[in-house]
């Protein structure tokens, strides 16, 4: 997320920066943080025009479509899933000592700007570690998504120590966050097959 931020306000400044000079600097210093990949930014700019002409799933279609069980965890009884203001489905799997939270935004209409740039983002971030090492980030291809990961150490006090985000059907934004594992470790407690009632 402070990277995000980050990207953010050097955008702001290319935008205001009147003089051409100061500009190519500040692009510069862009393309060393993200990269400059024309590949990636016509994928992405495809996969919100598309999205932006489908409709999204009801409240009462996201409640029924979220899973009840994930990788051998029951949902967390304390808590029932839950649809957010922005379309996103919540809930939670495990008890205590092993936990995931997921969340699930339906990338559909009004709601494709909000999941598909940040995964641009995560895509094109060339950063893989701040905070001396303590956070951890990582792109992988896993069963054919391109998967963004963080990892964190316990020192950072975190509630989640692992994250994992991608696109599922190139529809919805999944995120994941894992306690007390890694970012490999969530992959493998998650089951692809829980998201199958997702359709577009």
């Not at 203001?85 to 936990?99: C, K, L, P, Y």
Request: charged fraction near 30%.
């Amino acid at each position: 997320m402070r990277i995000i931020i980050k990207l953010i306000f050097v955008i702001v400044l290319m935008v205001s920066c009147k003089d051409t000079s100061n500009s190519k600097g500040i692009e510069s210093v862009m393309d060393e943080v993200v990269g400059k990949n024309e590949d990636i930014n016509e994928k992405y700019d495809a996969l919100l025009q598309e999205l932006g002409t489908k409709t999204p799933l009801t409240e009462a279609e996201l409640l029924e479509a979220f899973p009840k069980q994930l990788g051998g965890l029951s949902g967390d009884s304390s808590t029932q899933p839950r649809v957010t203001t922005d379309n996103s489905v919540v809930g939670s799997f495990g008890e205590h000592t092993i936990r995931i939270r997921m969340e699930i935004l339906d990338a559909a209409g009004q709601n494709a700007m909000g999941a598909v740039l940040p995964l641009k983002m995560l895509h094109l971030n060339k950063v893989t570690s701040e905070m001396n090492n303590t956070i951890r980030y990582s792109k992988k291809e896993r069963n054919g998504i391109m998967t963004f990961g963080t990892d964190r150490d316990e020192d950072t006090k975190a509630d989640f120590h692992s994250e994992l985000r991608f696109l599922y059907n190139d529809r919805f934004y999944v995120t994941l966050e894992g306690k007390n594992m890694n970012v490999e470790a969530l992959w493998d407690t998650f089951d692809l097959n829980a998201l199958k009632d997702f359709k577009n």
